[in-house]
């Protein structure tokens, strides 16, 4: 079983900066990741990377503004948002998936409970 806990979110002014931490336990190493659900919109990939924290990949909005990476002696996941606009404003889930990292939410994946990330103008 595998349990995630993310904080950092909050209310920020656009062009600004937030750190979200994801503090995972159980399973150590899982490819692991961040995803984003606006109200009424579907759940949309932000960032991923690989157990070993040597493969990263981003969702094409927050390209060059976003950068996640990990720390495996502390088992957690960092997603780094600079430049933040208004469109990024959702619930930022991180997730984590035992067989691979899909670009889609899974039936494999463990979820967190999510945190409020609100950009504001």
């Known amino acids: 079983q595998v349990q995630l806990v993310e904080s950092g979110g909050g209310l920020v002014q656009a062009g600004g900066s937030l750190r979200l931490s994801c503090a995972a336990s159980?399973?150590?190493?899982?490819?692991m990741g961040w995803f984003r659900q606006a109200p009424g919109k579907e759940r949309e990939f932000v960032a991923a990377i690989s157990g070993s924290g040597g493969s990263t990949s981003y969702g094409d909005s927050v390209k060059g503004r976003f950068t996640i990476s990990r720390d495996n002696a502390r088992n957690t996941v960092y997603l780094q948002m600079n430049s933040l606009k208004r469109e990024d404003t959702a619930v930022y889930y991180c997730?984590?998936?035992?067989?691979?990292?899909?670009?889609?939410?899974?039936?494999?994946?463990?979820w967190g409970q999510g945190t409020q990330v609100t950009v504001s103008s």
């Open positions: 997730a984590a998936d035992p067989t691979g990292f899909s670009r889609s939410p899974s039936l494999n994946m463990y």
């Open positions: 159980g399973r150590r190493s899982l490819n």
